[in-house]
């Protein structure tokens, strides 16, 4: 089991760049694919980002490929999301989720995730 803790909540300008990170308890971490998903005001939840278990593997939507980075430091139990170029419609609460341990793959798909952290506030001001 795992327990998820996003941290790296702001307000930035546009332009500007943010940087999430989501630290985990629990030995599996670095058997599960992790993904980060956001919720914007009236809006569905939708992905951003995924990475597999080892590292080497990425996804991105295609409004955050070229702006955001997903990476993981499985020593510190640690995924982040380095966040540049940042839109006001990246205005969201951000989510970290994991996957089943022994999952190697990362998935767009948030049924496919089964631990989930409370979520962190990013505000982007234009």
């Known amino acids: 089991q795992l327990q998820l803790v996003e941290s790296g909540a702001g307000l930035v300008q546009a332009g500007g760049s943010l940087r999430l990170s989501c630290a985990a308890s629990g030995r599996t971490f670095s058997n599960s694919p992790m993904g980060w998903f956001r919720r914007a005001p009236g809006k569905e939840r939708e992905f951003v980002a995924a990475?597999?278990?080892?590292?080497?593997?990425?996804i991105y939507t295609d409004s955050v490929k070229g702006r955001f980075t997903i990476g993981r430091d499985n020593t510190r139990n640690t995924v982040y999301l380095q966040m540049n170029s940042l839109k006001d419609e990246d205005t969201a609460v951000y989510y970290c989720?994991?996957?089943?341990?022994?999952?190697?793959?990362?998935?767009?798909?948030?049924?496919?995730?089964?631990?989930w952290g409370q979520g962190t506030q990013v505000t982007v001001s234009s």
């Open positions: 989720a994991a996957r089943q341990s022994g999952q190697y793959y990362p998935s767009s798909d948030p049924d496919e995730y089964v631990y």
């Open positions: 990475i597999n278990s080892a590292g080497g593997f990425t």
